[in-house]
């Protein structure tokens, strides 16, 4: 009966041994380092978004530059387009008097031309040979000359009143086509200003939309790490989380809407970024959690391209190619979390051997007949998914990537 007590006691004591043992490996600091192989990109939505909002950024960088540019053009032409205006004024006033000038001409040529031609035909008519009317005809022939001479003059007067009423027309031309050339460019100046203002408006909107997706994505990587927590699956270090979340919010506040010249440095101490420690998974190949899919964010290491961020993500993203898919279960195991939260929709956590755990969130539903506590087999169907389905598996404290287990 002593010996019996006895070993009863050893067991006892080796039993607390273990159990002090697992609790340390669970306790390992959970400082995750990047893996060295696997980095990830964003989803492929928030990714298109990151590309517009850089392709608006670059397209307003150059918008500012030609407007700078105009601007220095107009102030230096502003002078010179004054007196062109100025002088065009004037033209048109001297355009207008050479032009009354050129009528009155032409009325008096008219008329010279006229009489110089009723003088010609009465010289022509045959006159009596008599003193009276020779002296007619002298008289005539006379007035005949001087209305020639005036007709001269007059047709040279016409001629260079044409001349200066020509020049007159191709400098203001040139005039006018400086001015509206600047006109022209001011208005060019205005509409870009105007584009340049909606642009920034829908940069601002799409930046905070973006900024929303992002903040969105930690706060579900947040939640899912303090569930995991909770559970005593991971460890997070309190402390670095929130000198982290402060960094984050910094990072946020800080960053400019636009004109900044290259992509934003990375954020190399916090920001949204927790090193993790990842581990090499040595076990058999599974099932995926869904039966067709296409990976919509991968494990590892991304840096947000528009706050310069950096980000470790520690599950895959998997996306159905049909609607309300069945989401499996990928080992034998037990369930030890399914419940609903309010950020990451409902979640499924299952414990297999080894310190394995299986985390499946944003499902649509969870099955009935999953609860906390349940033996299920590999490929029983735990739940449901519409949009897409994280994936996350943790070993001791330690990240695995998810693929890695996957036939």
Same mark, same amino acid.
Request: glycine share 2%; hydrophobic share 35%; charged share 30%.
């Given at each position: 009966?002593?010996?019996?007590?006895?070993?009863?006691?050893?067991?006892?004591?080796?039993?607390?041994?273990?159990?002090?043992?697992?609790?340390?490996?669970?306790?390992?600091?959970?400082?995750?380092?990047?893996?060295?192989?696997? %980095?990830?990109?964003?989803?492929?939505?928030?990714?298109?978004?990151?590309?517009?909002?850089?392709?608006?950024?670059?397209?307003?960088?150059?918008?500012?530059?030609?407007?700078?540019?105009?601007?220095?053009?107009?102030?230096?032409?502003?002078?010179?387009?004054?007196?062109?205006?100025?002088?065009?004024?004037?033209?048109?006033?001297?355009?207008?008097?050479?032009?009354?000038?050129?009528?009155?001409?032409?009325?008096?040529?008219?008329?010279?031309?006229?009489?110089?031609?009723?003088?010609?035909?009465?010289?022509?008519?045959?006159?009596?040979?008599?003193?009276?009317?020779?002296?007619?005809?002298?008289?005539?022939?006379?007035?005949?000359?001087?209305?020639?001479?005036? @007709?001269?003059?007059?047709?040279?007067?016409?001629?260079?009143?044409?001349?200066?009423?020509?020049?007159?027309?191709?400098?203001?031309?040139?005039?006018?086509?400086?001015?509206?050339?600047?006109?022209?460019?001011?208005?060019?100046?205005?509409?870009?200003?105007? @584009?340049?203002?909606?642009?920034?408006?829908?940069?601002?909107?799409?930046?905070?939309? %973006?900024?929303?997706?992002?903040?969105?994505?930690?706060?579900?990587?947040?939640?899912?790490?303090?569930?995991?927590?909770?559970?005593?699956?991971?460890?997070?270090?309190?402390?670095?989380?929130?000198?982290?979340?402060?960094?984050?919010?910094?990072?946020?506040?800080?960053?400019?809407?636009?004109?900044?010249?290259?992509?934003?440095?990375?954020?190399?101490?916090?920001?949204?970024?927790?090193?993790?420690?990842?581990?090499? %998974?040595?076990?058999?190949?599974?099932?995926?959690?869904?039966?067709?899919?296409?990976?919509?964010?991968?494990?590892?290491?991304?840096?947000?391209?528009?706050?310069?961020?950096?980000?470790?993500?520690?599950?895959?993203?998997?996306?159905?190619?049909?609607?309300?898919?069945?989401?499996?279960?990928?080992?034998?195991?037990?369930?030890?979390? @399914?419940?609903?939260?309010?950020?990451?929709?409902?979640?499924?956590?299952?414990?297999?051997?080894?310190?394995?755990?299986?985390?499946?969130?944003?499902?649509?539903?969870?099955?009935?007949?999953?609860?906390?506590?349940?033996?299920?087999?590999?490929?029983?169907?735990?739940?449901?998914?519409?949009?897409?389905?994280?994936?996350?598996?943790?070993?001791?404290? %330690?990240?695995?990537?998810?693929?890695?287990?996957?036939?």
């Amino acid at each position: 009966m002593m010996r019996f007590f006895v070993l009863l006691l050893f067991l006892f004591a080796l039993s607390l041994g273990a159990s002090s043992t697992d609790k340390k490996i669970k306790n390992t600091s959970s400082k995750l380092h990047k893996s060295s192989k696997h %980095y990830s990109s964003l989803n492929k939505k928030m990714a298109n978004t990151a590309r517009a909002i850089l392709q608006q950024k670059r397209a307003l960088q150059k918008q500012e530059k030609h407007l700078r540019a105009l601007q220095k053009e107009l102030s230096l032409k502003e002078l010179s387009y004054k007196d062109n205006t100025s002088q065009l004024k004037l033209m048109k006033k001297s355009q207008d008097a050479l032009a009354n000038k050129q009528v009155k001409i032409e009325n008096k040529l008219v008329f010279v031309i006229a009489k110089s031609v009723s003088l010609s035909v009465i010289l022509d008519r045959e006159l009596t040979q008599n003193e009276e009317s020779l002296m007619e005809f002298e008289v005539l022939k006379t007035m005949l000359k001087k209305e020639k001479k005036k @007709a001269k003059v007059l047709s040279e007067q016409f001629v260079k009143n044409s001349k200066d009423i020509d020049f007159l027309k191709q400098h203001s031309t040139l005039l006018e086509v400086a001015i509206s050339s600047i006109d022209t460019k001011r208005m060019k100046l205005l509409k870009i200003k105007e @584009a340049n203002k909606k642009a920034l408006a829908k940069l601002k909107k799409d930046k905070m939309a %973006y900024k929303r997706k992002v903040q969105a994505l930690l706060k579900r990587q947040n939640q899912l790490k303090n569930t995991l927590a909770k559970l005593n699956i991971v460890k997070i270090d309190e402390q670095r989380k929130v000198k982290q979340e402060r960094e984050r919010k910094d990072a946020f506040a800080k960053k400019k809407i636009y004109l900044d010249n290259n992509r934003p440095k990375v954020q190399k101490h916090g920001s949204s970024y927790q090193a993790q420690k990842t581990k090499k %998974y040595r076990g058999p190949k599974t099932i995926a959690p869904l039966d067709n899919y296409t990976i919509t964010k991968k494990y590892g290491t991304y840096i947000d391209p528009i706050y310069g961020i950096k980000i470790f993500n520690e599950s895959i993203s998997l996306k159905p190619k049909h609607p309300n898919a069945k989401v499996k279960t990928v080992f034998n195991g037990k369930v030890i979390y @399914a419940d609903k939260t309010a950020v990451l929709n409902n979640i499924v956590i299952v414990e297999h051997r080894n310190g394995l755990h299986t985390i499946y969130a944003n499902l649509s539903q969870i099955s009935p007949n999953i609860r906390k506590g349940k033996k299920i087999k590999k490929g029983y169907t735990i739940g449901r998914v519409k949009d897409e389905l994280i994936f996350e598996v943790t070993q001791k404290s %330690y990240h695995i990537n998810p693929i890695r287990l996957l036939k």
